[in-house]
């Protein structure tokens, strides 16, 4: 386990309890939809009128209505439904061992889990990983961020190896539903159109889908000064460089993540990106931004 990870869990109540709280503060004032729209509560009632499912017709209270020239129907209007399904697809490849990442990623799924308790949603759980994933099926947030974090300071839920992005996705697509909304975190350390193809496949198996990229800065600006040695976390290889040549690497891998970036926004899907760990705090407010946005899509 990471030396940082280690001084986390040391103090991983502290460390959930200030994202909760950055959370609370900035959703206050929950209280249940009055939108109406599909549900199992009646909001109120109204005449009928052509095109309405004569399944919402209320005939008790239509045959209550006076009978004048022509009879007169009543419909039931319902609460929209509030409660919705999150799904958190956590890249744990081992190119997320580098530098912060993964203790941003944590920092991310943390932030999702309390945003959708103030949501009152449920959240499900799975890791794109060699082996077998990491599984947790929609559920109460309530406990959830102890729970998972308890995993982590196991070394239960870890990076490590190469991972097939697009083929990951797959393997989880049966948790996927018309009813669930899904938020991938994961890096650049990924093909472009692998990204792509799985953005369209989760797209086409859920209702809506949003992106946190965790960034490192460092893996964008490689010194030009001496010579270096590049190690790949998740293929056993490493490269040497010198002069030019990192330069030339900084630039490439700039462009990559430009790629990955305006792929993600011709898709038109809610994006974040966020460079360290001490990030959190000031990007809570953009993580709500993206839950709402994607959660938004599940209702249209």
Same mark, same amino acid.
């Given at each position: 386990?990471?030396?940082?990870?280690?001084?986390?869990?040391?103090?991983?109540?502290?460390?959930?309890?200030?994202?909760?709280?950055?959370?609370?503060?900035?959703?206050?004032?929950?209280?249940?939809?009055?939108?109406?729209?599909?549900?199992?509560?009646?909001?109120?009632?109204?005449?009928?009128?052509?095109?309405?499912?004569?399944?919402?017709?209320?005939?008790?209270?239509?045959?209550?209505?006076?009978?004048?020239?022509?009879?007169?129907?009543?419909?039931?209007?319902?609460?929209?439904?509030?409660?919705?399904?999150?799904?958190?697809?956590?890249?744990?490849?081992?190119?997320?061992?580098?530098?912060?990442?993964?203790?941003?990623?944590?920092?991310?799924?943390?932030?999702?889990?309390?945003?959708?308790?103030?949501?009152?949603?449920?959240?499900?759980?799975?890791?794109?990983?060699?082996?077998?994933?990491?599984?947790?099926?929609?559920?109460?947030?309530?406990? !959830? /961020?102890? $729970? #998972?974090? +308890?995993?982590?300071? @196991?070394? *239960?839920?870890?990076?490590?190896?190469?991972?097939?992005? %697009?083929?990951?996705?797959?393997?989880?697509?049966?948790?996927?539903?018309?009813?669930?909304?899904?938020?991938?975190?994961?890096?650049?350390?990924?093909?472009?159109?692998?990204?792509?193809?799985?953005?369209?496949?989760?797209?086409?198996?859920?209702?809506?889908?949003?992106?946190?990229?965790?960034?490192?800065?460092?893996?964008?600006?490689?010194?030009?000064?001496?010579?270096?040695?590049?190690?790949?976390?998740?293929?056993?290889?490493?490269?040497?460089?010198?002069?030019?040549?990192?330069?030339? !690497? /900084?630039? $490439? #891998?700039? +462009?990559?993540?430009? @790629?990955? *970036?305006?792929?993600?926004?011709?898709?038109?899907?809610? %994006?974040?990106?966020?460079?360290?760990?001490?990030?959190?705090?000031?990007?809570?407010?953009?993580?709500?931004?993206?839950?709402?946005?994607?959660?938004?899509?599940?209702?249209?």
């Amino acid at each position: 386990m990471f030396k940082r990870i280690r001084e986390i869990c040391k103090h991983r109540y502290f460390f959930i309890e200030h994202i909760r709280m950055r959370v609370d503060s900035l959703l206050v004032g929950e209280k249940p939809s009055l939108r109406r729209g599909l549900g199992v509560d009646v909001e109120d009632f109204r005449e009928y009128v052509f095109g309405d499912d004569y399944r919402n017709i209320d005939w008790k209270v239509s045959a209550r209505i006076p009978y004048s020239d022509y009879p007169r129907f009543i419909v039931r209007e319902y609460r929209e439904e509030k409660a919705l399904n999150m799904f958190i697809l956590l890249d744990v490849s081992a190119s997320m061992r580098y530098g912060e990442k993964w203790l941003t990623a944590i920092g991310c799924l943390i932030s999702l889990i309390e945003i959708a308790r103030r949501s009152k949603d449920k959240v499900g759980v799975g890791t794109l990983c060699v082996k077998d994933p990491k599984i947790i099926v929609p559920i109460s947030p309530v406990g !959830l /961020s102890e $729970y #998972l974090f +308890r995993q982590i300071c @196991k070394g *239960e839920i870890e990076p490590m190896g190469s991972v097939g992005i %697009y083929e990951s996705v797959k393997r989880l697509s049966s948790y996927f539903s018309r009813r669930n909304f899904v938020v991938l975190i994961t890096d650049a350390a990924h093909e472009v159109e692998e990204i792509k193809d799985s953005l369209k496949f989760i797209r086409e198996k859920s209702m809506g889908v949003g992106v946190i990229m965790i960034i490192d800065r460092r893996e964008l600006e490689i010194p030009i000064a001496g010579l270096i040695t590049l190690e790949d976390y998740e293929i056993p290889t490493s490269l040497g460089l010198e002069g030019d040549d990192a330069k030339m !690497l /900084s630039a $490439y #891998l700039k +462009r990559h993540l430009r @790629k990955i *970036e305006l792929s993600i926004e011709n898709m038109g899907i809610p %994006y974040v990106k966020i460079t360290r760990y001490a990030e959190i705090p000031q990007k809570i407010r953009k993580l709500v931004s993206l839950y709402g946005k994607t959660r938004e899509v599940s209702y249209v």
